[in-house]
């Protein structure tokens, strides 16, 4: 079993920045796909990025450029840097986590365990 808890959310103006930390349990977080998914109010659940046990990335083309992402497999934590925050951006983020099997990760299939959630709002 893996838990993972996202934080980090809140209200940030256009243009701004937030980091998102999931911290997640398990003695063997360097071995997962990670992966972070966003829902906007109304909207379904969509791939934003993802990080493979080898450090690859994955981005959507709406986030390339401005998100990145990272994991410290020291901290058994991985994070998403938001830059140049758009309005379009607000969404409850969702981190999820693959134990077994590869893949780039911007299925949200591929996953089996998911965070509760952090709420970001960017407003204009």
């Known amino acids: 079993q893996v838990q993972l808890a996202e934080s980090g959310g809140g209200l940030v103006q256009a243009g701004g920045s937030l980091r998102l930390p999931c911290a997640a349990s398990?003695?063997?977080?360097?071995?997962?796909?990670m992966g972070w998914f966003r829902q906007a109010p109304g909207k379904e659940r969509e791939f934003v990025a993802s990080?493979?046990?080898?450090?690859?990335?994955y981005y959507a083309d709406s986030v390339k450029g401005r998100f990145t992402i990272s994991r410290d497999n020291a901290k058994n934590t991985v994070y998403l840097q938001m830059n140049s925050l758009k309005p379009e951006d607000t969404a409850v983020y969702y981190c999820a986590a693959r134990t077994s099997g590869v893949g780039s990760g911007r299925l949200a299939a591929e996953y089996n365990y998911w965070g509760q959630g952090t709420h970001v709002t960017v407003s204009s």
């Open positions: 398990g003695r063997t977080f360097s071995s997962y796909v």
């Open positions: 990080i493979t046990r080898t450090h690859s990335t």
